[in-house]
């Protein structure tokens, strides 16, 4: 069961039983989004649509918001976390957009971005790091200082690595071998 204690961090287990009861991990054959086979298949949308695993994943990052001035992901699968650990934390967050809409505004982005921001990344999975880069870019190029990124689950299937090359730090909740550990 959820530990419904509102101030503080849940243990790293926590979030493993969290994920396998919400059935957010699934153990099959799966195509991922990059094209690559895999016998896991990880969906924190199953978790985040739950407010009381929700407010788990949003204690977890709000206990690692450290010095950010604001918080910002990646529409869809990011946006509940941001909100979430933004409302447990008072941060202003910032929502980045796949593409740019063709009308309107046409940003990259919605929400205030100061040049000097020092912006934490909240992802909800990381495989190879590309959406997670492709964030990062948008950050930086509107002035957003950018050097770490929360994650709930890394793959571990490059995206460390990729990130790192570009300065960024990434801090994942859990692991894949994290999941298959507990799994068992």
Known sequence: MID???????????ILRM???ASAVRFG???LTSGEKSDVYVDVKRAWTD????????????ARVGSADRLAGMELGAVPLVVATALRTGHPFTILRKSVKEHGTRQAYEGDLASGDRVLLIEDVSTTGGSSE??????RAAGGVVN???VVIDREAGA?????????R???LATLSDLRRART
Not at 51 to 62: E, G, I, S
Not at 134 to 139: F, M, P, T
């Open 170 to 172: 990434l801090e994942p």
């Open 29 to 31: 054959e799966f195509t």
């Open 148 to 150: 770490r990124a929360l």
């Open 4 to 14: 419904p204690s509102p101030d503080t961090a849940p243990p790293p287990d926590a």
């Open 19 to 21: 994920l396998l009861e």
């Open 134 to 139: 492709r964030s990062v870019q948008i950050l």
């Open 51 to 62: 407010p009381h695993r929700l407010d788990l994943l949003a204690r977890a990052f709000a």
């Open 160 to 168: 460390r690595e990729r990130l790192a090359a570009i300065g960024v």
